[in-house]
């Protein structure tokens, strides 16, 4: 009966312990080489000889974020075409079995968009490589396009001069990527094999355009983790939005709702309800038309939702948020206290 119980309460145990991820954080404020967290530290690679093989980074700086203020971003810019910076962390898995989880949010810099378009040319802005010392995948995201080497895939990729919040997991040889926290992967893929060990991002070869922001990138070695998996990722990173459905009846009506609570400091909640599916985006500006913040930008279908706005990041303030889809398009305000 003693043995019993014990069994039992050692499967009760098993079945209530929580999938706990153990992110390491860089925030986008120091640049790749003098950054060091959780015990990780970048070290530059693939190098330009006498161009980018100095210690101080030549194409790559820290900069204020033009929509969040406070906030700093990295901007990597190369239009010559002759020069490569990218940054590696060694993390030496010991069991490739457990899975890796990276998390990045990142868009084409201001140049990359407005560059004009040439025939053969890249228009690669941003690169990460996750390498578990038994698979790898490459991830290339282009203009238009996500490109998943070793898997040679292609996938169109509506939006992506806007903001988005990548998630890359590694497990097993089967590599997913996720845009902006949809449970759906857009890559569920077989991964190629690798012997290297190491996580590497950056522009990696020359001859092609380079244009990058990144706000910020968060990873994990100790298992991989799905959008709504594992613990959730740190509400300080800006950029962050949950879009939840809430009511399983169908809206009669579009519907923009007061946030609540408001006044707030600093999160919020926001509800609204669609009745035809389509694109929809939800941004929130300060009095100056400046957008401070994308909360949503995707394909949805009818039904309400609501979405968390955290502003830790922003002044005091009034603040207005404007969704539109379809014809439907309304503005409402705001007031963060701090």
Known sequence: MKKSLILILLLTAVAFSEISAQWAVWDGSTLPEVTEMNGVLFTKSDKTSGITDAETSVITFVIDDPDIAGNKLISINEFDGDKKESWRSEWNITDPTVGITCVFRVR??????????????????????????????????????????????????????????????????????????????????????????????????????????????VWDVSGAYGPGEGTPLPETLSGLTSVDKFNAELPSNFEL??????????????????????????????????????????????????????????PSGIYLYRIKSGLFNDVKKMMLVK
Do not use: C
């Not at 996720?178 to 070869?205: C, H, L, Q, R, W």
């Open 257 to 314: 709702s007061q946030n609540y609570p408001n006044p707030f400091n600093p999160s919020t909640q926001i509800s609204f309800s669609i009745v035809n599916p389509g694109f929809t985006s939800l941004d929130v500006f300060n009095l100056l038309g400046q957008k401070v913040a994308q909360l949503v930008n995707e394909e949805l279908a009818v039904g309400t939702y609501k979405v968390n706005f955290n502003a830790v990041n922003l």
């Open 108 to 217: 084409p810099s201001d140049e990359m968009i407005a560059a004009t378009k040439v025939e053969g040319n890249d228009y690669t802005y941003w690169y990460v490589s996750l390498r578990d010392g038994q698979s790898r995948l490459d991830l290339h995201l282009d203009l238009d396009t996500l490109v998943a080497e070793q898997a040679d895939e292609k996938i169109a990729f509506a939006n992506s001069t806007d903001w988005h919040i990548i998630r890359f997991t590694l497990q097993n040889g089967t590599a997913k990527v996720y845009v902006d926290e949809n449970s759906t992967p857009i890559f569920d893929v077989v991964a190629g094999g690798s012997s290297n060990n190491y996580m590497k991002v950056g522009e990696t070869s020359t001859g092609g355009l380079y244009g990058s922001y990144l706000d910020w990138m």
